[in-house]
């Protein structure tokens, strides 16, 4: 038996190419290029690679996947592996016919991302005129296709205080699960931190608003709540351990064990172009640099909780302090824990414009 469990589930991140320029995308600043990304071949074989070592999942995703003309290909790849299929989309481009032709390939679920309940401050969060219309209108026909619908909606200080609208939304669209994602601070979003992060009350408020909903929907939609690392006392378990549950294939084809480790310096992940996905899980140096806890410094060496948060989030680490291999910030037994103060106090003093990824005309062009 193997001492490294197989992983879960696989973000399979078709593509950087996306209709909308959310300010606090995961999508690395330097975005893939269409050129670059993997072929509809590579891709099918990848699916089965995963399928064989157990993984049960796969997140078709971005950017837009459905910016891929092969998407179909790919879900019915994945489904005749014996994967459930998910879709991670922004709606856009989800037409009728698009639709139908995911569910005769096997397609199981899809999270649609909401950016407000407020049309106009959703588009402009979203930049992109109309989408939150078309999100409407795809939510209804995702039901009416009999999937079952998660609302993805990622909070901050630009729409928190709406978040009772939101939830109201979500239960009108027909959902079965919302998402209610407070941004997590890499890629795009730590370029936008001041802007986004909201302050304490919003934040307290937000919570108690979720609460109050929780109780009121209780078998009318399930409600998940992902709380800000920035205001927190102890870290999540990012990806539940590092190289522990989860793999990401980044649109080039690099295998990762997040969506932000490209961002961490002097790990050299490898491509599904050199390597089985099964020799890169159990036997890659960056697979196996942060896993379990004997890389861990103190405090979390000796902490109880060790094997509970597996030391926060690597990324966060490495953004916050410069060193990967320190214990997150966002712990407050951390010695860097001020440094998640002085961005608090950034946001509270700065104003709230928003810098907006950006894609070439040439990268948004369809494979
Ligand atoms: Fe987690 Fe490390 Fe903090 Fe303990 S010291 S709670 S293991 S991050
Ligand atoms: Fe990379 Fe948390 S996002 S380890």
Not at 102 to 110: I, M, T
Not at 125 to 135: D, F, H, N, P, Y
Not at 356 to 366: K, T, V
């Amino acid at each position: 038996m193997k001492e490294v469990e197989p992983p879960l589930a696989l973000l399979a991140e078709l593509t950087h190419r996306c209709p909308l320029r959310c300010p606090y995308c995961s999508n690395p600043l330097e975005l893939a290029r269409a050129s670059a990304e993997l072929d509809t071949a590579s891709w099918k074989r990848v699916l089965g690679e995963a399928a064989a070592m157990g993984v049960l999942q796969v997140h078709f995703s971005g950017g837009e996947p459905l910016v891929r003309r092969d998407l179909r290909d790919l879900v019915r790849h994945a489904t005749e592996a014996g994967l459930y299929g998910n879709l991670i989309t922004s709606g856009i481009r989800l037409d009728a016919a698009r639709l139908a032709e995911l569910v005769e390939a096997g397609l199981e679920h899809v999270q649609l991302s909401i950016q407000d309940s407020d049309m106009a401050n959703g588009d402009r969060i979203a930049g992109l005129a109309g989408a939150q219309e078309v999100k409407r209108r795809v939510a209804r026909r995702v039901r009416e296709a009999g999937l079952p619908l998660t609302v993805n909606a990622v909070v901050h200080r630009q729409n928190l205080d709406r978040l009772d609208e939101i939830i109201h939304l979500a239960v009108a669209l027909g959902a079965d699960r919302l998402e209610v994602a407070h941004v997590q601070y890499y890629g795009w979003a730590l370029r936008n931190r001041t802007a986004l992060l909201p302050s304490r009350d919003q934040l307290d408020a937000a919570t108690a608003t979720v609460e109050t909903a929780r109780a009121r929907l209780a078998g009318v939609m399930v409600i998940d709540y992902v709380v800000p690392d920035y205001y927190a006392h102890r870290p999540k378990a990012c990806m539940g351990g590092w190289g522990r549950r989860f793999l990401n294939i980044s649109p080039a084809g690099k295998v990762l064990p997040c969506h932000a480790a490209e961002t961490l310096p002097g790990l050299d992940f490898p491509s599904v172009t050199e390597a089985s996905l099964s020799e890169i899980w159990y036997c890659s140096a960056a697979f196996r640099r942060f896993r379990g806890t004997a890389w861990m410094p103190e405090p979390c060496r000796s902490c109880d909780r060790r094997e509970i948060d597996w030391g926060g989030c690597r990324c966060q680490a490495f953004a916050l302090t410069g060193d990967a291999a320190r214990t997150d910030p966002a712990c407050a037994l951390s010695p860097d824990h001020a440094v998640l103060g002085g961005a608090i106090a950034d946001a509270r003093a700065a104003a709230p414009g928003l810098s907006y990824r950006q894609h070439s005309a040439a990268a948004l062009s369809p494979a």
